[in-house]
């Protein structure tokens, strides 16, 4: 018996020991630093999308929305990115909207929900005038993701403050 478990023993370190480098980097990495990651939260929103290494079921909706606040910083309507369901709905807002002059606003992204094939990213905009907080409804058709409702004022936003993902 004894001879058993010996011998299962030196198969385990063998078995331990044939790890690549790159393995054994971050078993040491995780050895010598067992704290838990944490996501960084916003107190109302809660935790934030992390755009370093965002999750790739809801990954594609964030650059939408990152193209739509990049338009309407340039005073466009980003029409291409609308649900056509209900694009004549969000062209006549954002038209509404970008009509006295461009927003532009930093973005902060909530950590999105999915359900199927929809997301909601919960939004916090802001800028020197002020901020608002609202989300963005997203659906998955035909292979990309294309807005579906538009729940965020934006119209006490304005201002020359860079927009950005985050």
Known sequence: MKAGLTAALILCAVMLSAQSPREEMWLGFLEWNPGMPRIPEDET???LADRRSP???WAGALRVCDEVFAAIAAGQVPDDKFLPTTK???VKDFTALLDSSPVSASIRYGRPDREGSRVSVPIRASAESGFSYGRIYL????GEWLIEQWALDLSELSGDTESQGG
């Not at 659906?139 to 035909?142: K, N, S, W």
């Open 45 to 47: 929103m809660g935790l």
């Open 139 to 142: 659906v998955f058709r035909d």
């Open 55 to 57: 999750d790739a079921s």
């Open 88 to 90: 004549v709905s969000l």
